[in-house]
T-cell receptor
Framework: GQQVMQIPQYQHVQEGEDFTTYCNSS?????IQWYKQRPGGHPVFLIQLVKSGEVKKQKRLTFQFGEAKKNSSLHITATQTTDVGTYFCAGPYNNNDMRFGAGTRLTVKP | DGGITQSPKYLFRKEGQNVTLSCEQN?????MYWYRQDPGQGLRLIYY???????QKGDIAEGYSVSREKKESFPLTVTSAQKNPTAFYLC???????????FGQGTRLTVV
């Protein structure tokens, strides 16, 4: 089953509103990755977080890794229609491979 | 251009037939993965390989088989034993298990 749980499953926002998706693990993660998949496309890597409490920013996107390294979030400020897609978090599983959360599908109404 | 290539983009097969999906990378990555994605769903791991001639089952390996005879190639065979094979199949590669994964464009398989 899923190693990391992701919520919400869907999020509909008006353009200009903020958006946040959360990723939670029952075990401590050595790192967490975030990906974006546009409709009809393939996942594209956004960022990797490694350190406890780490915060990284990419323009309007802010990524956080929890102090206990069991949770992470992606926050988008002032969404645009180009932000539409599904956002996935991924964490290492059994030190062998990366497992993906179920994803949060973001739709933005102009 | 370096990258990861999946072919074909769309594939149609009759029920009961085996079908092989191609995945090739020229990124010199050791690790390769196969994921299945159903409409509105996340990515579920089918098989992964960390090195040539070695591969491991993921969460949903039943009805699938793989080989890793070359570093560049990781083909996936969807066998007739797979009960519900219609899905979007994604291949990925990475330098190692904790590094950024690069995905192919995907193969959309429809079994009729």
């Amino acid at each position: 089953g899923q190693q990391v749980m992701q919520i919400p499953q869907y999020q509909h926002v008006q353009e200009g509103e903020d958006f946040t998706t959360y990723c939670n693990s029952s075990t401590t993660l050595s790192n967490i990755q975030w990906y974006k998949q546009r409709p009809g496309g393939h996942p594209v890597f956004l960022i990797q977080l490694v350190k406890s409490g780490e915060v990284k920013k990419q323009k309007r996107l802010t990524f956080q890794f929890g102090e206990a390294k069991k949770n992470s979030s992606l926050h988008i400020t002032a969404t645009q229609t180009t932000d539409v897609g599904t956002y996935f978090c991924a964490g290492p599983y059994n030190n062998n491979d990366m497992r993906f959360g179920a994803g949060t599908r973001l739709t933005v109404k102009p | 251009d370096g990258g990861i290539t999946q072919s074909p983009k769309y594939l149609f097969r009759k029920e009961g037939q085996n079908v092989t999906l191609s995945c090739e990378q020229n990124l010199n990555h050791d690790a390769m993965y196969w994921y299945r994605q159903d409409p509105g769903q996340g990515l579920r791991l089918i098989y992964y390989s960390q090195i040539v001639n070695d591969f491991q089952k993921g969460d949903i390996a039943e009805g699938y088989s793989v080989s890793r005879e070359k570093k560049e190639s990781f083909p996936l065979t969807v066998t007739s034993a797979q009960k519900n094979p219609t899905a979007f199949y994604l291949c990925a590669s990475s330098i190692g298990i904790y590094t950024e994964a690069f995905f192919g464009q995907g193969t959309r398989l429809t079994v009729v």
